[in-house]
Antibody
Framework: EVQLVESGGGLVQPGGSLRLSCAVS????????MTWVRQAPGKGLEWVAN????????YYLDSVKGRFTISRDNAKNSLYLQMNSLRAEDTAVYYC?????????????WGQGTLVTVSS | EIVMTQSPATLSVSPGERATLSCRAG??????LAWYQQKPGQAPRLLIY???TRATNIPARFSGSGSGTEFTLTISSLQSEDFAVYYC???????????FGQGTRLEI
């Protein structure tokens, strides 16, 4: 059974940092692109970043470039999102998701999400 | 950034009826279009990709169509479990460019 489990969310002050983790199981992690998608309270979905299988290619939403860093450890079956210089508008549930269809950036498995709240 | 616009924002239908949801892209995305379903408190679920290919274990009552800038998700006979929010998502193969629509709420 494919499972993705996020952790690391919480309350942080503006300008602070958090590191999100996503532990995966049930598939060969090193074979898939992986993605972070967020959802502000009561709002829609927003793609944040994704990373290639070997970690050598990464892409970011413009508003998080230079502040967020996506990374992965294939030996630990884990995906990460380092978030620095956090802003109120970064408040959201953050989901990790598997890019599971060859040749298409679509997300066939998702974690349950972890809530990040940026507030003083 | 490719803007995705979904309509209507809310669609009220009855169980057993047919529902048609629309998604328009600000520029052509070819057939690089997916649909997701999200229920309250849950993660999204992939329904359709490539504009018309059902994902694994998705019932046949869900179908997608369209290409270029105009897309449709049709649910042929609504079941109680289909009442949810639906999002479209475009993806460009290279460079990666991923945007979602704002969602359509399907309600009774």
């Amino acid at each position: 059974e494919v499972q993705l489990v996020e952790s690391g969310g919480g309350l942080v002050q503006p300008g602070g940092s958090l590191r999100l983790s996503c532990a995966v199981s049930g598939f060969t992690f090193s074979r898939n692109w992986m993605t972070w998608v967020r959802q502000a309270p009561g709002k829609g979905l927003e793609w944040v970043a994704n990373i290639k299988q070997d970690g050598r290619e990464t892409y970011y939403l413009d508003s998080v470039k230079g502040r967020f860093t996506i990374s992965r450890d294939n030996a630990k079956n884990s995906l990460y999102l380092q978030m620095n210089s956090l802003r109120a508008e970064d408040t959201a549930v953050y989901y990790c998701a598997r890019d599971g269809v060859s040749g298409a950036t679509v997300f066939d498995y998702w974690g349950q999400g972890t809530l990040v709240t940026v507030s003083s | 950034e490719i803007v995705m616009t979904q309509s209507p924002a809310t669609l009220s239908v009855s169980p057993g009826e047919r529902a048609t949801l629309s998604c328009r892209a600000g520029q052509s995305v070819s057939s690089n279009l997916a649909w997701y379903q999200q229920k309250p408190g849950q993660a999204p679920r992939l329904l359709i990709y490539g504009a018309s290919t059902r994902a694994t274990n998705i019932p046949a009552r869900f179908s997608g169509s369209g290409s270029g800038t105009e897309f449709t998700l049709t649910i042929s006979s609504l079941q109680s479990e289909d009442f949810a929010v639906y999002y479209c998502q475009q993806y460009n193969v290279w460079p990666p460019s991923i945007t979602f629509g704002q969602g359509t709420r399907l309600e009774i």
